[in-house]
């Protein structure tokens, strides 16, 4: 397939859905709404603001109250075609899938938004997204969420892949005629759980406590700015507004930086001091949900690293971890029942 193949499918689309794609607004590449093919960016960086915000709102309106009871409000949501997700955050939505699962809000949202990734050659996305030093995974489409993926080739010709119903059904009324269908066979890969993940989840654990923490407890500021960014972050708050015009119930996107994330009755806060904030964000992330969904919890896509204020490099920071040998603390994450 050639561009004027795809820029008339991305016509097609247009027709039925708002495309939102990447697209450079002076040096910074966004994630907008996009008229315009030739609008489009094809370099296959990754772009600072990431595609969760289109799934996982920073406030979404749960109830409203009336004087008698609680009205659920699954609003109208609008129908969003994302075009050009990479692949790392398409494993960080296939990761969100996992969690939100049972939740009807990102369901809706989720099922109003024609996820299209795109690749500039998946061999060299990897050596470009070299955060994690991820190896290719054989088969990685197959184990990622999307309904339509891009491949540029090097040629300058385009390969199309469906990988949902929607997108087949899409291709199809949209004219394509050649493209591949790849069958969704899960989130984890058949070679089964990642044994680097295994292995960082035991020195995470092990790492509790020591002298790595207490370093960086001196030098973060938990400002939560790689929270927010990061595309695998989905910890909320619930929060109810009594105003009589707008008595609702809202969950507001948080961080376990802020000071008010584990605050209880009585003014104790299990995360108090710094070493304590950090330690448990990347504990979520390298513990607790390989635990609870056996996937990293971090897809290494490196915005955390490039939002730090003060210069705090996973990469650096995994490095530390994986030095260490001794068992301090025995921390067994705890499996929730959802
Ligand atoms: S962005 Fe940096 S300083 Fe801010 S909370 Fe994260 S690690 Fe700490
Ligand atoms: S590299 Fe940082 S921002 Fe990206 S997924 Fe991992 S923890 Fe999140």
């Known amino acids: 397939m ?3 193949e795809l820029e008339k499918i991305f016509k097609f689309l247009g027709r039925q859905w708002q495309i939102f794609a990447p697209q450079l607004e002076g040096d910074n590449l966004a994630i907008s709404a996009v008229e315009n093919f030739a609008e489009i960016d094809w370099s296959g960086e ?3 603001e990431t595609w969760k915000k289109f799934l996982i709102p920073s406030e979404e309106r749960l109830f ?3 004087s008698q009871k609680s009205i659920e409000t699954l609003p109208e949501i609008q129908k969003n075609a994302l ?6 955050d398409l494993k960080a939505i296939t990761l969100i899938d996992q969690v939100f699962g049972k939740d009807p809000y990102y369901q809706k949202r989720r099922s109003n938004s024609l996820l299209i990734g795109y690749s500039g050659g998946l061999e060299s ?3 470009k997204y070299k955060v994690l030093s991820h190896n290719l995974e054989e088969n990685v489409l197959e184990h990622l969420a999307f ?5 540029k080739l090097k040629n300058g010709q385009v390969k199309l892949y469906s990988g949902s119903r929607r997108g087949q059904e899409t291709l199809d009324k949209s004219g394509a005629k050649d493209y591949e269908n790849i069958e969704f ?3 984890v890969p058949e070679k089964g759980t ?4 295994l292995s960082l989840m035991d020195k995470m654990e092990k790492s509790y406590g020591t002298k790595i923490w207490k370093d960086l407890d001196k030098i973060c500021i938990a400002c939560g700015k790689c929270a927010i960014n990061c595309p695998t972050c989905f910890c909320f708050d619930v929060v109810d507004k009594s105003d009589p015009k707008d008595c609702s119930r809202c969950r507001n996107a948080t961080t376990c930086f802020y000071n008010d994330f584990s605050l209880v009755a009585g003014g104790h806060k299990e995360l108090d001091k710094v070493k304590q904030k950090i330690y448990f964000w990347y504990a979520h992330k390298f513990i607790r949900i390989p635990f609870e969904y056996n996937l990293p919890g971090c897809v290494g896509c490196g915005r955390c690293t490039r939002v730090c204020p003060v210069g705090i490099k996973l990469n650096d920071v995994l490095a530390e971890v994986g030095k260490t040998k001794e068992k301090k603390v025995i921390v067994k994450p705890i499996k929730l029942k959802t």
């Open 185 to 187: 066979a899960g989130p």
């Open 46 to 48: 990754i772009p600072l």
């Open 83 to 88: 075009w050009g997700v990479n692949v790392l």
């Open 194 to 197: 990642d044994k680097r993940m």
């Open 147 to 151: 309904d339509i993926f891009i491949v």
């Open 64 to 66: 409203v109250f009336d």
């Open 2 to 4: 050639n561009q004027k």
């Open 125 to 127: 996305d990897y050596k």
